[in-house]
């Protein structure tokens, strides 16, 4: 919880009343409990921040010591969704006096080459500002942020968490198609292949494991196939 100043000492039964009134009142009495010192925001909550500093949302909304929070809210959550890494956002208040930030941050799904190192982007193919030598970021490296891979990758890690988490690159064939690089294995896709046609892969390996045999490659791009290539 961010601080805006302290709150001055009330009587209860004051404190009561008005709250009870903030309660009842109708739609156009916002603006008669707005001119109240009682409701001047003096704190903000940021609830949902991982990546996004909360300090940098709290600034975002340019409040000061004379905003009440019975003013509109519509202009701070525009304030906020404006900002990078944030998909969606909700602005509320806790009465009598704190306003209520809950983001939805954009999720980062793999990182690319860029100036300097390596940037995250999210499924929708957007440049995240985070710092991944700052963050413990365990992603796969796709050499060029195109967003039909990026977008693949984001499915896959919401259907098939188990294969994506062993992803550590995928990169483009001569010929346009996916390889993913896993320990030990490849796995060849075609670049429109659906995220369902990758839960072959942990049974496949599971399978030829049993069997005492490795695979070096797996291959998706043929229809209703898994072509195992051995060591």
């Known amino acids: 919880m961010h601080l805006l100043e302290d709150t001055p000492l009330r009587r209860v039964a004051l404190a009561a009343g008005l709250l009870a009134v903030a309660g009842s009142t109708p739609w156009w009495g916002g603006r008669?409990?707005?001119?109240?010192?009682?409701f001047r925001v003096r704190a903000v909550e940021v609830e949902g921040a991982h990546y996004v500093s909360p300090g940098e949302?709290?600034?975002?909304l340019h409040l000061d010591t004379l905003s009440s929070v019975w003013s509109d809210l519509t202009p701070l959550e525009a304030r906020v969704r404006r900002m990078?890494?944030?998909r969606d956002v909700t602005v509320g208040r806790k009465l009598p006096s704190t306003v209520v930030i809950r983001i939805v941050e954009r999720t980062p799904i793999a990182l690319a080459p860029a100036a300097g190192g390596?940037?995250?982007?999210?499924?929708?193919?957007?440049?995240?500002?985070?710092?991944?030598?700052?963050?413990?970021?365990?992603l796969?490296?796709?050499?060029?942020?195109?967003?039909?891979t990026l977008h693949l990758l984001a499915s896959l890690r919401d259907a098939v968490p188990t294969f994506y988490g062993q992803i550590?690159?995928?990169?483009?064939s001569p010929a346009g198609d996916l390889i993913f690089q896993l320990p030990g294995l490849r796995v060849l896709a075609r670049p429109g292949a659906e995220a369902r046609r990758f839960a072959a892969v942990p049974a496949v390996t599971a399978d030829l494991a049993r069997r005492r045999v490795r695979a070096q490659e797996l291959d998706l791009r043929f229809r209703d196939q898994v072509v195992a290539r051995l060591q």
């Open 168 to 172: 550590s690159q995928v990169r483009r």
């Open 57 to 60: 949302v709290v600034d975002r």
């Open 140 to 148: 796969p490296i796709v050499a060029q942020p195109d967003p039909l």
């Open 32 to 38: 008669v409990l707005s001119t109240l010192a009682f």
């Open 84 to 86: 990078a890494g944030i």
């Open 118 to 138: 390596l940037r995250p982007y999210d499924g929708n193919a957007t440049a995240l500002p985070i710092d991944p030598t700052a963050e413990d970021l365990d």
